[in-house]
C-alpha cells in the first residue's frame, strides 16, 4: 500500500435527502472495491494502491452523476510514497476512537 486519499464528494442535490443518497451510493462504490476504507462525517478516506485509488476517485464522480446528480465537486486529498508504506488508517485514527462516540456527542 503506498498510498492513501480522502475524499469529499458534494453532489448537486435539490435537498438533503437526495443529497444523502447520492454521497450514500459513491459510498456504496468505494465498499464494492474490497480496500481498506472509513466513512467520516465529511470525507471518506481509502488505502490502497495510487493508480487503483486514483481510478476510485475517477469513479466516484461518474457514479454521483449516475446516481442523479447534474455536476460534482469534489475535493481530495492524496499521500502517496512511491518507495514505502503511508500511515494506516487504524494508524492514524484508532486512539480518538476508543471510547464510545455517544459518550462524547454534543445535542
Keep these: 500500500m503506498n498510498a492513501s ?3 469529499q464528494v458534494l453532489p448537486k442535490a ?8 447520492i ?6 462504490y468505494i465498499r464494492s472495491t474490497g480496500l481498506n ?8 478516506a481509502i488505502e490502497g ?7 476510485i476517485v475517477k469513479n466516484c464522480q461518474l457514479i454521483a452523476v449516475e446516481a442523479g ?6 475535493y481530495v486529498k ?17 486512539k480518538h476512537h476508543k471510547n464510545d462516540y455517544a459518550k462524547h456527542s454534543v445535542a
Design 37 to 44: 476504507y472509513y466513512v467520516g462525517p465529511c470525507e471518506t
Design 23 to 28: 454521497v450514500d451510493a459513491v459510498i456504496d
Design 49 to 55: 494502491d495510487y493508480e487503483e485509488l486514483m481510478e
Design 78 to 94: 492524496i499521500d502517496f510514497r512511491p518507495e514505502g508504506q503511508v500511515l494506516t488508517i487504524e494508524r492514524k485514527t484508532s
Design 14 to 21: 435539490k435537498d438533503d435527502e437526495e443529497l444523502i443518497r
Design 69 to 74: 446528480a447534474p455536476s460534482v465537486l469534489s
Design 5 to 7: 486519499v480522502a475524499i
